[in-house]
Every structure is written in structure tokens, then in C-alpha cells.
């Protein structure tokens, strides 16, 4: 693959079918607004690797079998995602708080079973750690394979699922209402995340597993309004983060590729957060500047049309600007045709909004939009006809 | 009728009626925590009927919708729904649940929430075809938001939002509506449009069944109402269950005499 090593196309492919997987069904889980779920899972695998290894020892194995290591640290996910769900329900903990407790708990574990290993001096421990920051160097064609594998089961689960995972991270009590098991749903929403998870660790790491898991859905969020899309969004740009971080760290020798990917993701977060139309931050403060201006204007015009003081500096300003007033505050010639025009609309509007048979026009009404981009010409007549005659100014 | 039930209820109500009616509940107790959110609940809601629930804050009114549910489980009681266990024909309830209950923010359009009403017959799989939009499209006409259909549902005020859930719960087709407070902090038009579209359920033989807080429009609105605080109160049509003592009962101190002097007209 572009002339990479045989590692590098295979550490590239394997990242971004990852990618691709966890940003789809991590998507469910940042709608229903758990997405630290998934950091109390990735680190509840530890202790499970550690006392997968030390088992595989006690029976004679050299310990380091990939499926054994995986198998133990989705068992140990399992159970730490059972004591979140035990914590949160049974007692008056928050989810948080169980979150916080179940994943320094499983964690700290962890840690004490890699130090007690190391001194067990075994002489052939070495490699445990590559699963906190995730190690590339020796991705195998199996390894590949388990991902594409695992992360195309986990997908297809999760597209199977879409709806009762939509309807219960909208809306949970109406969910459990149309006889939806939310429980139920709520819990393969996260043995899928609990399955990318265990796939993923062995190249992102379980510290740094989550970003591709919460990443690429917050980051398609800014993209969407639309759920089934904020999925589909969040599914390419996962697998596209995990490519392209993966092929940026083959460019050097020994850039780690898990921090790599975390943060080409995070590079296209920045850049959503700030460019997105709309729920982007640059859209959402020129948005605000300038219905700021044009409310300054509106308000001016009234108050011309009125032939009240305009007292706002700034209001003044863009009166002069936009060559309606003049220094002195009076109104221009096209000021007041301007004027004229605003108070007339304005006239129109409160005509529409008081009668109850246009509720559905009169609810465009937000002092701004002009009548004409609402009504026909005819209907403008009608309420022009009931409009009180008198003498605008 | 009014606070003479007690004695009615001292025998075991079991009448034919009661073994069909939309929604029977029978010693209900639920409990957050130690304190009773409902205690020993009794209520029987009539087919075809408008009824409310009516109760001061914190007197269990949604806490009863949400039993009937499922979404909290009772400490005790029986809840049967045209007499069987409600989980079995919940095919034929639909919910309206409180507007504020949900995340507006979330990633649909109005279009979208509506569908979800049909979420039993779409199953898992099957494709949304053009019956299935039309049908959606039909529903918010019925509330008045037809041509809404494609907005973010962020972009609603509170009464379209509410105005949607009811479409929702159109869309389900079924035979009895539960409402939770579906007039809270709504505007005079979308008033109107609802209780235009639970009479006209009404008319055709569902039964409707609303958490209501505003008893100056109780009469008008519906022909029975069930008086809770935790127990029941009353039950029974509107004129004979509001009176000073049944409210007196309900509200404690918190209704003033001038208050009840303009609710019983």
C-alpha cells in the first residue's frame, strides 16, 4: 500500500476498520449520553489481561496467547460494566460516581497484578504493558483479521439495533412504554462498545481506546441534525482518523501509533468545533453578531418610525452605517422609507399574531423576518385590510 | 359519589366492568426511597371516557403513569389494562410523556419522533416505506405541525414539541392515550389543539386519560376525574368529585377560598 512496509498497510488497514467500528457504535453510547461508560470499560480490562496472563502461565502456556489475553480482559470488562449497572441501580450512587469508582478500582488492580508479575521474574513477561498505550511494531495478519472480524460483527449488531438504541437514548421512558426493554438495550449498546474495546486495545491502548470511541460521534454531531447520519458521519470519520493517524506515525520510526490516531481525531474535532455551519463555534458567534446587528437596526427603524430618540450608541451607528440616519439622529430620506416599511411589517405581524386561525404563520414571527417571506400578496391584502387606519409615520 | 367511596371500596370491586376496563388499578403502592409516592391506590378509568388525574406536586400523579408503564416497579398492587397485565397489550397504550423529560438537543427532525410511534410494527429491519411517512405526515396534521416535519426538533417552541409527542402517540394507533401534564407550559393555540385531538379520540371510542394541574379547565375538559395525594381522594364525573371537601382534602391548605370559589363556579 503506497509503498508502505507490509506493517504499516497492515496496522492502516487494521486502524481504520477500528476507527470505522468504534465511531458507529460509540455513537449510541454518546447519544444516551454515557459516553464515559466507555472509559470505565477500557480500563476494567486490565486486571482481566493480567490474570489471563498469570492463568495461562499457571497452566503451563507461555501466557502471552493473544485470544487468551483478549478473553480475559473482556471478562474482567464485563464485570466492571456489571458493577457500574449494580452501583447506579441498586444504590444512590450517580452513574459517574460508579463510573469513577469502578474504573480507579479495576485499574489500580490492574497496575498491582503488572507490578506482581514483573516480580514474579518469569523472563518472558515483557509485552503486558504495550496494552496501556498500545504497541503496532508486531501487528500479525491475524490480528488484522480478528479486527475486521470483530469491528464488522459489532457494526452490523449495531445497524441491526439502530432504532431501539435511537429510541432509548431519546427517549427512555417512552421506550419502556411501547415495550422496549431499555435495560436490555442499554446493555448491548455497551457490550458492543465493551467488544471494540477489546479489539482495539492491542493498537490504540485502553487509555487512549475511549477517544476513538467518544471522538468521532461528538465530531459528527457538529455535521448533523440527523441521527441515522450523526451514525454514519461518526462511522467515516472514525475509520478515516484511524487511517490517517496510522499512516502518519509509519512516516518516522517510533512515533507510537495510538497517541497518533488520538490525535488526528482530536485534530478533526478542533476543526468541526470550530468550522461546522451552524453548531460551530465561528458560525454560532458571527450568527450572534449579526442578529445582534440586525436587531439594533429593527429597533432603530422603530423607534425613527415613532420619531423616538434612538438613545443606543451602538443602535446609532449602524443607523449611520447603513445611511438611514443622520449624525444627528434625525432619519434620511431612505431612512424613513425604511422606517416606514419596519413599522408597517410590524403592524402586519401583530395583525397575524392576534388572530388565532394563523397561529402556524404567526409562529415564524421572531421581530426580524420580514411579513413577505411568510404570507402570500393576497393574504398581506387581507390584513392590510384590517389594519386600524392610521397614519403611518 | 365524591368522598362516600371509601365505604363503596370496603368490599372487593370486582364487576364485569372492572375486568375490561382500559385501566384498573388495585392497591397500587410505590415507594422512592422509604416515603410512599402512591399508597393503596385504587382506580378504574371508563372506556370512551376523558378522565384526569388530578393532585397537588408530588401527590403521585405521574409517578400512576409511570407504574402503569412499567417504567417504575410498585412495591405492590395490581395494574390491568382491558383486563390483562398491561406488558401484554401495551400495543394498545400510547404515552405522552412530559416535554421536559426528554433532551431537545438529540439529532432528529420532527418527522423522525413521529416514526418513532410506529417503532412495534416497524420491528427491527424493516424499511420505512411511503404509508409509513404518509401516515407520520397525517398525525401532525391532526396537531397542526404537518409542515414542520422536516425542522430539528431543537428548533421547536414548547407547545410544537408537545404538539409532536402527541403526534407520536397518534401514531401508535391505539385505544388508550395515557398523558402526562401535556398543557405544561404550552400556548393557548396549542391548548386548543390538543383537547380538540383527544375529544375527537374520545368520540371514536378511545379512552384518554391526562395528568392535568390547571383546575379551572377540568369541567370543560373532561367528564370524570380521579382526586389524588398519595391515596385516593375521589373518583368519579367532574361535578360530583369537585367539591370544597374533596379539594379541601387534595390540596391542604394550598387552595384559598377565593381559589375554589372560581373553580366551582
Redo the contacts between chains.
Sequence with gaps: MWGLGYNAALVATGAGLLGAAAGITGSFLV?R?RALVSDAIAHATLPGIALAFLVMVALGGDGRSLAGLLMGSALSAWLGLLCVGWLTHATRLSEDAAIGAVLSVFFGFGILLLTVIQSLNLGRQAGLETFLLGATAGMLYSDALTIAIGGGLATLAAL??R??M??A???P??A?????DVRRVDLAMMGLVMAITVIGIKIVGLVLIVAMVILPPVTA?FW????N??VLIAGIMGGLTGLVGALISATAPNLPTGPIIVLTGSAGFALSLLIAPRRGLLATVLGQHRYQRQVHLRQGLLALAHGHPVYERFTLRLLIRAGLANPDGTATETGRAAAARALLDESRWQVLRAD?AQ??AA?HYDGLRPIETVLTPDQIAQIDARLAPRPLT | MQLGLAARDGRIVSTDENKTAPLAVRGLTVTYGEKPALFALDATFEAGVMSAIIGPNGAGKSTLL?AV???VSPVSGDIRAYGHPV?DV??R?A?V?QRA???WD????VI??VL??M??E?G??RPIRRAHRDRAMDCLTRV?ME?FADR?I?QL?GG?QQRVFLA?ALA?EADLY?LDEPFAGVD??TE?TIVAVLKSLRDTGRTVVVVHHDLATVSDYFERALLINTTRIAEGPVADVLTPDTLQATYGGRLAQAQLAQILG
Design positions: 447519544l449520553k441491526v439495533l432504532r431501539p435511537l429510541t437514548a431519546f427517549d421512558g417512552y419502556i412504554a411501547t415495550g422496549l454531531r448533523s441534525d440527523r441521527g447520519r450523526v388565532p397561529e402556524i409562529s | 409511570k408503564l412499567g417504567m406488558r401495551l400495543d397504550i404515552y410523556p423529560s426528554v433532551d438529540f439529532p432528529a427532525r423522525d419522533v418513532m410511534g417503532a412495534r416497524l427491527l429491519l397542526g409542515h430539528q431543537g417552541s410544537q407520536r401508535q395515557l393557548a393555540a386548543k
